[in-house]
């Protein structure tokens, strides 16, 4: 299937089309940039929850089991995100639509590698 | 096996397990759609659909599995001129739906939600946007 790709399950027994990439013109959405998806770390007190969007925005909050907190949020140069990262020492990432690496902490959003 | 291709644009295959331990692959569809495929078989489990009457739904993101097995997953509705609302659907792993939860003040998502449990209480986490998408202005940060 030149130029098309194609979405397969291996099963045990067979291989099986689930979906055929990009859809038909007129169905679905194709040309679609997904929002992020929060990211999460349990592995503390009150979890830290990582969140970005494709309108420049990236945040860090708490969840203290009542309610969220803001830690620090900031506006980036480029509108659209991958979804982020809580990487260890709290550290969070996320890529921008220049594909660059923003690694920065998540307690006070300081850049440490670009 | 052959089977009819689901229509399926950003919604990411993510993998459950049935109550007898089973491993299941759930997958939702530009229909509003929620699937589960058996990984033993390739066969459909089940299709639950989670449209809203009457306006163009489907599902983009991923759904999310949660620790009771559930699963939670993101439907979307265009509302024309712009405006999307999304509804957050529970269904458990038999395909029963459990529950649907309107975003308030015309919320609306095109990404997937996060569950986790917290001082033992499932929680869903979503973000999601109100209003009609504007552009940013680009600041340093």
């Known amino acids: 299937m030149p ?5 397969v399950f291996q099963s045990s027994q067979d291989l099986v089309l689930l979906s055929v990439f990009p859809l038909p013109p007129g169905v679905g959405r194709w040309n679609l940039i997904l929002d992020p998806t929060p990211a999460m770390s349990t592995d503390r007190i009150n979890p ?3 969140t970005a969007d494709n309108l420049c925005q990236l945040a860090v909050l708490e969840w203290d089991g009542a309610k969220l907190s803001v830690l620090w949020q900031a506006v980036s140069l480029r509108p659209d995100h991958s979804s982020p990262a809580v990487l260890s020492a709290n550290l969070v990432s996320s890529v921008a639509e220049t594909e660059r690496f923003w690694p920065t902490t998540g307690r006070r959003g300081q850049n440490v590698a670009v | 096996m052959e089977v009819e291709p689901l229509r399926i644009t ?12 089973a491993e299941v692959i759930y997958v939702g569809t530009t229909d509003a759609t929620l699937v589960a495929v058996g990984c033993a078989t390739g066969a459909v489990r089940w299709k639950r659909s989670l449209g809203s009457p009457g306006v163009i739904s489907s599902i983009v993101s991923s759904p999310t599995v949660a620790d009771d097995g559930g699963i939670l997953v993101v439907s979307t ?7 999307l609302q999304s509804w957050l659907h529970k269904v458990d792993r038999q395909g029963h739906h459990r529950w649907s939860q309107l975003f308030p003040d015309g919320g609306f998502t095109t990404g997937a939600p996060r569950a986790f449990t917290f001082a033992g209480q499932p929680l869903v986490l979503v ?4 209003g009609i998408r504007a552009p940013c202005v680009p600041r340093c940060w």
């Open chain 1, 3 to 7: 130029g098309q790709w194609i979405v």
């Open chain 2, 77 to 83: 509705a265009d509302l024309g001129g712009g405006r």
């Open chain 2, 127 to 130: 973000r999601m946007l109100a």
């Open chain 1, 48 to 50: 830290l929850i990582a």
């Open chain 2, 10 to 21: 950003g919604s990411s295959p993510v993998l459950g397990r049935d109550a007898a331990g």
